[in-house]
């Protein structure tokens, strides 16, 4: 246990801190409540599972085989930042033409393109992924941590937004929250493109 406390504590400070998929969480629970982010919730981390698995096993060294690779990821992941912000941004409660919640299969693809998490599985695959001959064994471990420190951070930052839904009721409030969490995530999609 006491081997996998780094592991834990670094999942931790990347699964709790803001992020776009925490914004994301926040503005889904704000706007369309606990039910409705929970789809989101479990597609961040299947997405979040297979990417690491994946990094785990290999895919990591294609990276630094291919440094190109990096970067078109990075700008596709800002990119599609700066298109989530565009949506969430015009979100609305109780609209009739009001866009949807972000599905599993959409929140689960996103992290292909969710700088934040490559950082993340890269990280994870490369500083915490013990050496030995049991690959899959070891890279199973590492990613189930991911994994259970990781949905307790997203569910906090759904609720977070759940917590506030009552104050969005007003039109206005919410379309100064929808606009500031929209802003932060083009925030951050400047960031990734550094």
């Known amino acids: 246990m006491t081997e996998l406390l780094p592991l834990m504590s670094y999942c931790l400070v990347m699964s ?9 969480l ?4 704000a706007n369309f409540g606990g039910r409705g982010a929970l789809p989101a919730i479990l597609g961040i981390q299947a997405g979040l599972f297979i990417q690491t698995l994946l990094m785990c ?3 990591g060294s294609a990276f630094t085989a291919y440094p190109l690779a990096q970067q078109v990821l990075r700008i596709a992941g ?3 930042l700066v298109y989530l912000a565009w949506k969430l941004s015009g979100a609305s409660v109780g609209k009739a033409q ?5 599905s599993f299969a959409q929140a689960a693809t996103f992290q292909a393109l969710n700088p934040k998490s490559w950082v993340k599985a890269m990280t994870m ?5 013990p050496a030995g001959s049991d690959t899959v064994g070891n890279a199973l471990l590492v ?3 991911g ?3 990781g949905a307790p951070c997203n569910i906090l930052w759904a609720l977070f937004g759940v917590s506030i839904r009552g104050v969005l009721q007003d039109p206005r409030k919410q379309r100064v929250f929808n606009l500031t969490m929209g802003a932060t995530l083009l925030v951050l999609a400047a960031t990734f493109l550094r």
Do not use: D, E
Request: hydrophobic share 50%; no cysteine.
């Open 26 to 29: 926040a503005t889904t629970g």
């Open 125 to 129: 695959a490369s500083v915490f992924m």
């Open 143 to 145: 990613t189930m941590t």
């Open 16 to 24: 709790v801190t803001p992020g776009p998929n925490n914004v994301m």
């Open 57 to 59: 096993l290999g895919l």
């Open 78 to 80: 800002s990119l599609y």
């Open 98 to 102: 009001a866009p949807r919640a972000v």
């Open 147 to 149: 994994t259970v420190v």
